[in-house]
C-alpha cells in the first residue's frame, strides 16, 4: 500500500510542531514538579506534583511577585497608549495632509526605522541622568508618547492610505477640518491598525530587559523579566521548580494576547515585516 | 477615482493665499511629538560621535582624547572576541533561520488541512523567543544534566556541556535563533500568496518541474520580501543583548564564547563607566552593520528581482 504524500506532510508538520513545543511543555512540566526532581524526571507528565512551587515562587524574590506584575503592566498600559495616540497622529500627517518637508520627513522617520538604537543609547542615559530620571519610569515611556518608533507610524500610515480619500472629501465638504476628520472619520476605521499596534507593543514591552535593566536599580520598580533574572542569582538554593513556575508565569500573558490577537499579528507582521 | 484624486490641487489654486497655510499648520500639529521625538533621536546621534572622541565617565565633563579610543581598540583583544562572536551568530542564525522559514512556508503554501494551526505553532516561539523566561529556559534544556543530553543519552552518546564549554555555548544561541524562524514565515507565507497562480500554470505547461518552478517563479517574485527580512533580521541580530547577559549571567562566558558586541558595550560603558570608549564601540558597530547592509544592497542587484 502507498502512502499519500499528503500523510507524510502532516507527519513531517507534526514532528517540527512538537519539537517547537517542546521546550514549552518541559518548562510547564517543570514548574509543577518539585524542584529535585526537574533533571530527573523525564517525562512531561510529573511522576510527583508539586503545585506548590507556584505559590512559593511567588514570594521567593525581594519583593512578592505581584508587585513585578504590577509594575510591568503599568508601563505596558502606559506605551500602548502613548504609541497609538502619538503614532496615529504622526501618521495621519504622512497619509492624508500635504505640507512642506513631508517627504524629506518621511524619508527621516523611514531612516531611524532602519537605524540601529544601540548608538543612542550611552547619549540618552547621559540625558535621563541630567533630567533626574534615573530609577524612574520616564525614560521607558516618555519615548512612547513621542512616536519614536517608526514601525507603528509605518503600519499607520500603510493601513490610512489603504482608505478611500473620498471619505475626507466628504468630510470636507461637510465642514470638518482636518482634526474632526481625524477624530470621526479615519480615526474609527483604524481600528484594526490600532490593535495590530497594540499588541505588538503589549509583547515588545513586556519582554524588554534592556532598558529597564540600564534605567531601573530599586526592585521595588522592577519588571517582570528584571525580577525573573534574580533567580539566575540565587541559583545556589536550586529553587528550579519555583524558578519555572514564575517564568511561566511571565510568559503567559504573551501566550494569551497571542491567542487573542492572533488575526492582527499575523496582518500586521505580513503588511509591514514587522516582528 | 483618479479624476478625483486629482482634483483637490487645482480647487487649491483657487483658495486666496492666507487660507493656503492652515494646511500646513495642522499638519505640524499633527506631527508635533514625532518632530520633538525625532530630536531625541536625532540629537543623541549627534552627540554619541562627539562622545566617541573623547573620556567621559559621567561624572566629570568630557575630555576631548582624539584617537586614543580608536587606538585603544585597535588593541583591545575582548573588543575582537565579542566582534567575532557577533559576526558569527549573526551570519549562521540569520540565513539559516530564513531557509528554515522559507522550507516551512512553501511546504504549508501548498495547502494543508489545519493550516492557522500549523502556523500559530510555529509562530508562537517567535514573541517568546528573547524573553528572559526562554533564555532561562534554553541554559537548562543545554546544561550538562539537561534534557538535550539526556536524549542524547539514550542513543549512548555523551553530550557535552552545551552552555559551559565555550565551543558550543553560542551554537545553543543559534539554535534559539532558529526556533523563531516563525515570524518570517508568516512574512512568506503572505508573500507567496500574492504570486499569482496563472504563473505557475504557464510555467507547468512549459514542463517545468517542481524545483524548476521553485527556482524560476517563486525565488524571483519572493526575492524583495526575502532581502527586506534579511536586512532587517541582520540589523536586529547584530544588535544581540539579551540571549548573551541571560545565558552567561551577564559576564558574556564561558570564556567570552557569547560576549556579544552590546553585551560588551553595556560592561565597557555602565559596569566600568567608560562611556567615551563605549560610544566609539556603538559608532564601530555601525559602522560595521553600515558596511554589512550596504554588501547586501550591492549584491541585491545580482537576486533580487522587481517586477516592472
Redesign the interface.
Known amino acids: 500500500m502507498r502512502t499519500s504524500p ?1 500523510f507524510l ?2 507527519i ?2 507534526t514532528a ?2 512538537a519539537l ?2 517542546y ?2 511543555l ?2 510547564v512540566s517543570s514548574s509543577l514538579k518539585p524542584s529535585d526532581t526537574v ?1 530527573t524526571d ?1 517525562g512531561l507528565w510529573p511522576h510527583a506534583w508539586a503545585l506548590d512551587n507556584y505559590a512559593r515562587g511567588w514570594v521567593a524574590l525581594p519583593e512578592s511577585f505581584e508587585i513585578y506584575l504590577m509594575n510591568s503592566a503599568i508601563i505596558v498600559t502606559l506605551s500602548i497608549l502613548g504609541n497609538l ?3 496615529s ?2 501618521a ?2 504622512f497619509a492624508r ?4 518637508g ?1 517627504k524629506l ?1 518621511f524619508a ?2 523611514l531612516g ?1 526605522m ?14 535621563f ?1 541630567k533630567l533626574g530620571w534615573l530609577n524612574t519610569y520616564y525614560p521607558l515611556l516618555v ?1 512612547h ?4 518608533n517608526g514601525f507603528y ?1 509605518f503600519l499607520m500610515v500603510q493601513f490610512m492610505r489603504s482608505l ?3 471619505l475626507d ?1 466628504a468630510a470636507r465638504i461637510d465642514g470638518c ?3 474632526r476628520t ?1 477624530w470621526k472619520v479615519i480615526m474609527p476605521l483604524c481600528l484594526p491598525a490600532f490593535a495590530t499596534t497594540a499588541i505588538f507593543t503589549f ?1 515588545a514591552v513586556w ?1 524588554e ?2 532598558e529597564p ?2 534605567y531601573l536599580t530599586d526592585p521595588q520598580l522592577y519588571t517582570v ?2 525580577a ?2 534574580q ?3 540565587s541559583e545556589g538554593q536550586s529553587q ?1 521548580g519555583e ?2 513556575a514564575m ?2 508565569v ?2 503567559a500573558p ?2 494569551g494576547f ?1 491567542i487573542a490577537g ?1 488575526k492582527y ?2 496582518k500586521g ?3 509591514t ?1 514587522l ?1 | ?1 483618479t479624476v ?2 486629482t482634483k ?1 490641487p487645482a480647487l487649491r489654486t483657487a483658495v486666496p493665499k492666507k487660507r493656503k497655510r492652515r ?2 499648520r ?3 500639529l ?5 518632530l ?3 530630536v ?2 536625532v ?3 549627534a ?2 560621535l562627539y ?1 566617541a572622541f573623547t573620556d567621559y565617565n ?1 561624572l566629570t565633563a568630557p575630555r576631548w582624547s582624539g584617537w586614543d579610543n580608536i587606538r585603544e581598540m585597535i588593541g583591545d583583544a575582548t573588543l575582537h572576541q565579542s566582534l567575532r562572536v557577533t559576526a558569527i551568530y549573526t551570519l549562521v542564525s540569520v540565513p539559516l533561520s530564513l531557509a528554515a522559514a522559507l522550507a ?1 512556508a512553501m ?2 503554501q ?1 495547502g ?3 493550516l492557522s494551526i ?11 523567543g ?5 533564555v ?3 541554559r ?2 543545554f ?1 550538562y ?3 538535550v543530553n ?1 536524549f542524547l543519552g539514550w542513543f549512548g552518546i555523551q553530550g557535552p556541556g552545551w552552555t559551559s564549554d565555550p565551543h558550543f555555548a553560542l551554537s545553543t544561541l543559534i539554535l534559539l535563533h532558529v ?1 523563531t524562524f516563525g ?2 514565515m ?2 512568506f ?2 508573500g507567496l500568496k500574492q504570486i499569482p497562480v496563472m504563473y505557475y500554470e504557464a510555467a507547468a505547461m512549459d514542463g517545468a518541474s517542481a524545483w524548476r518552478q521553485f527556482r524560476s517563479v517563486t525565488l524571483p517574485l519572493l526575492s524583495p ?1 526575502i532581502f ?2 534579511l ?2 533580521s541582520m ?1 536586529a541580530s ?2 544581540t ?2 540571549q548573551g ?2 545565558m552567561s ?1 551577564g559576564t558574556g562566558g564561558p570564556a567570552e564564547s557569547t560576549l556579544f558586541s ?1 553585551l560588551y ?1 553595556y560592561q565597557k ?2 559596569g566600568e563607566l567608560d ?1 567615551g570608549y ?2 566609539s564601540m ?2 564601530l ?2 559602522v560595521i ?1 553600515g558596511g554589512f ?1 550596504a554588501v547586501n544592497f550591492l549584491a541585491a542587484r545580482y537576486w533580487v528581482f522587481y517586477e516592472n
Open positions: 499528503r506532510r502532516h513531517g508538520l517540527i510542531g517547537m513545543m521546550p514549552l518541559w518548562l533533571f523525564e495616540v502619538s503614532c497622529l504622526a495621519y500627517a495632509l500635504r505640507f512642506t513631508r520627513f527621516l522617520m531611524t532602519m537605524l540601529p538604537g544601540h548608538v543612542l543609547v550611552i547619549p540618552r542615559y547621559v540625558l541622568d519615548p508618547f513621542l512616536a519614536t507610524i478611500p480619500t473620498e472629501d477640518g482636518p482634526f481625524f509583547i519582554n530587559f534592556f535593566l540600564l523579566p528584571l525573573l533574572r533567580f539566575m542569582d528550579w524558578m519555572f517564568s511561566f511571565s510568559l504573551v501566550i497571542f492572533q499579528l499575523v507582521i505580513a503588511t515585516g516582528r | 477615482m478625483l484624486l483637490p494646511p500646513d495642522a499638519a505640524y499633527f506631527l508635533l511629538p514625532w520633538i521625538g525625532i531625541f533621536t540629537g543623541p546621534f552627540v554619541s562622545l559621567l516551512v511546504v504549508l501548498r494543508v488541512r489545519g500549523y502556523r500559530s505553532v510555529y509562530y508562537l516561539p517567535s514573541l517568546l528573547s524573553s528572559v523566561a526562554i532561562m529556559l534554553w537548562y534544556l546544561g544534566q539537561g534534557v539526556r526556533w515570524a518570517p508568516v512574512i507565507l503572505a520580501i527586506f527580512n536586512v532587517q540589523i547584530f544588535q543583548f539579551t547577559y541571560v549571567g552590546n558595550l560603558g555602565f562611556m563605549a560610544s556603538a559608532w558597530l555601525l552593520i547592509t
